[in-house]
């Protein structure tokens, strides 16, 4: 059974930083393609960054500079350092995994950044 948990959301200040780790049961990370998505209130839900089995990364044009997605094989982890955060960096944020045909989502982490 594939799982995936999402933690370290939470509320910031803007410009502050935050780390979101996205933990995976019964499916390697390193094989397959990882991203995190956030969806904001009353708007639908958007891709954020990715990391590819090669480690290849790739972001939304309103992250970058400021998000970096990293991979831990060691621990099957994926992270996303999120830092220089906005108000509109609020939203719940996502963790999947792609898997062939299938996609595989965590159950999200709230990050709310205050102004």
């Known amino acids: 059974q594939v799982k995936l948990v999402e933690s370290g959301g939470g509320l910031v200040q803007a410009g502050g930083s935050l780390k979101l780790s996205c933990a995976a049961s019964g499916i390697i990370f390193s094989r397959n393609l990882v991203g995190w998505y956030r969806q904001a209130p009353g708007k639908q839900r958007e891709f954020v960054a990715r990391i590819d089995r090669l480690g290849n990364t790739m972001y939304t044009d309103s992250v970058k500079g400021r998000f970096t997605i990293s991979r831990d094989n060691a621990k099957n982890a994926v992270y996303l350092q999120m830092n220089s955060l906005k108000p509109e960096d609020t939203a719940v944020y996502y963790c999947?995994?792609?898997?062939?045909?299938?996609?595989?989502w965590g159950q999200g982490t709230q990050v709310t950044v205050s102004s």
């Open positions: 999947k995994c792609d898997y062939g045909v299938l996609d595989y």
